[in-house]
């Protein structure tokens, strides 16, 4: 070893030094406008690349579809890039490509939406597209029919896919059977198959409006260039402000519940254990997303810890608030070996009634708020993630500086404030329980830790089960 090699060496620091204080993040700046017919835009003029990410926000979400006709928005989204303005879906395929852009359409609970990335010397032709199939979509049968049998084909293959089966019966099991949650989004197999082109026609009629749609524009962009395109493409559509969902949509079920979907002799169970949630709008927002975080909501969280660290019941077990319009459930998910399921049931309960009685420590708190507060710049590098967000504000009615100020918010919850939210938004007497398994071993284990009685089901028609 050189002298200098040794010197060099010699003078390195004995220890790591002090992180620095974290750097202010501001998120892209974005403006407003309407047009005269009711279209909003709203622009982040992010020119890092020359790249554009446009969604198209329709208020044709699964939460608005007519009576009896579950699984229509979905359907009509997807059939927007089967086929509009003269081209069927392979031209159409053909000419985004071409142009160097591709392109999504799809339907969720509250909305609608075609998302579009493309060069920015692109983007007034690859709009023209995305007019074409917001405003003059053919909804070829041919296709109608192809994508009712993609979906039913899927329906048939959750019933031996255990997870997707857990979800689905658990939203069978928290709400009303006349809520509209109660079923998937994309609808079920009796709905789905009786949906027809004349429905798919109308639905678009009915929600896919001027007023009623939101041009999100993120990245090589101004305000400006992108009212002038908009007002080319969209400012001669006419039409009335589509109606809002109706009330009931998020209708829950009274009491605790019980149920087990038989998978006879299933090595393991698929377990769900919650009940309502919350909507996205709710004032304590904040206490609420950190006290799940604790809860269930990271990596080092009770719920995870307890049964995969201190157990070894399971892979992964977590907690989550499905965010929506409407109140959306809040659910622990986990799958665990068959006979230690009561077993999980019985810690999972245990850490719901904890964070309920008891201030989670400091140390905690620092972890889950470090945690929330840390990822959350990194989250919108790109053109799409900028446009995602700004869509989530628009979708939820989020104030204009809930980017700027969400990690202050975050940095602001007390121990105090995550105890109140537990208190508030966890509810054991209200419970809802799914497992997917085997009854001959989980039935009795899970009914000597609730106290209550499981209904068995089959996963096909919710039929009890022999």
């Known amino acids: ?105 799809h339907a969720d609970w509250d909305v609608a939406s075609v998302s579009l990335t493309t060069l920015s010397n692109r983007l007034p032709d690859a709009l023209a597209l995305v007019r074409d199939l917001l405003r003059s979509p053919t909804f070829p049968e041919r296709e109608v029919q192809r994508l009712k049998e993609q979906r039913l084909a899927d329906l048939l293959q959750q019933l031996a896919e255990p997870r997707s089966l857990a979800d689905e019966q658990f939203a069978h099991a ?38 009623g749609t939101t041009l999100v524009f993120a990245g090589d962009v101004t305000m400006k260039d992108a009212k002038v395109l908009a007002e080319s493409l969209f400012g001669d559509w006419k039409g009335a402000r589509p109606a809002d969902a109706p009330s009931g949509i998020d209708a829950v079920r009274e009491g605790k519940l019980v149920r087990v979907v038989s998978k006879t002799d299933a090595p393991q169970s698929e377990l769900r254990v919650g009940h309502r949630g919350l909507p996205r709008n709710t004032p304590d927002y904040f206490d609420a997303v950190v006290m799940n975080a604790v809860l269930g909501g990271l990596f080092s969280s009770r719920i995870n ?14 907690s989550v608030f499905d965010w929506r319009r409407g109140v959306g459930p809040f659910v622990v998910n986990t799958a665990v070996k068959s006979d230690v399921t009561g077993a999980a049931v019985q810690e999972i309960l245990t850490e719901i009634e904890r964070i309920r009685t008891t201030p989670i420590s400091e140390d905690e708190l620092t972890l889950a708020t470090s945690y929330l507060d840390g990822v959350f710049p990194i989250r919108y590098e790109t053109t799409a993630a900028i446009a995602s967000a700004l869509a989530n504000m628009v979708i939820h009615g989020l104030p204009e500086d809930y980017y700027d100020e969400y990690r202050g918010h ?11 939210a537990a208190q508030r938004y966890l509810h054991p007497d209200e419970l809802r329980i799914v497992v997917v398994g085997d009854p001959a071993v989980v039935a009795s284990a899970v009914e000597a830790v609730t106290g209550v009685t499981p209904e068995i089901i089959t996963g096909e028609g919710g039929e009890v089960a022999a």
């Open 1 to 105: 070893m050189s002298e200098t090699t040794s010197a060099a060496l010699s003078s390195e620091p004995t220890s790591k030094p002090a992180p620095a204080a974290p750097r202010d993040y501001r998120f892209p700046h974005f403006e407003r406008a309407t047009l005269a017919n009711g279209v909003q835009l709203v622009v982040a003029n992010a020119p890092k690349l020359p790249l554009v990410t446009v969604l198209a926000l329709v208020e044709g979400g699964a939460t608005v579809e007519p009576m009896g006709k579950r699984g229509v928005a979905a359907l009509s989204a997807r059939l927007l890039l089967e086929g509009a303005a003269g081209m069927d879906g392979i031209a159409l395929a053909d000419r985004f490509e071409r142009i160097g852009s591709s392109v999504e359409a």
């Open 174 to 211: 928290l709400y009303e059977s006349s809520a509209r949650y109660a079923v998937p989004e994309e609808g079920d197999a009796a709905s789905v198959r009786a949906l027809t082109r004349n429905d798919v026609q109308q639905f678009h009629s009915a929600r896919y409006q001027p007023a």
């Open 305 to 318: 810890l307890n049964l995969r660290e201190v157990h070894g019941y399971t892979y992964g077990a977590s």
């Open 410 to 420: 975050v940095r602001a919850v007390t121990t105090d404030g995550v105890l109140r």
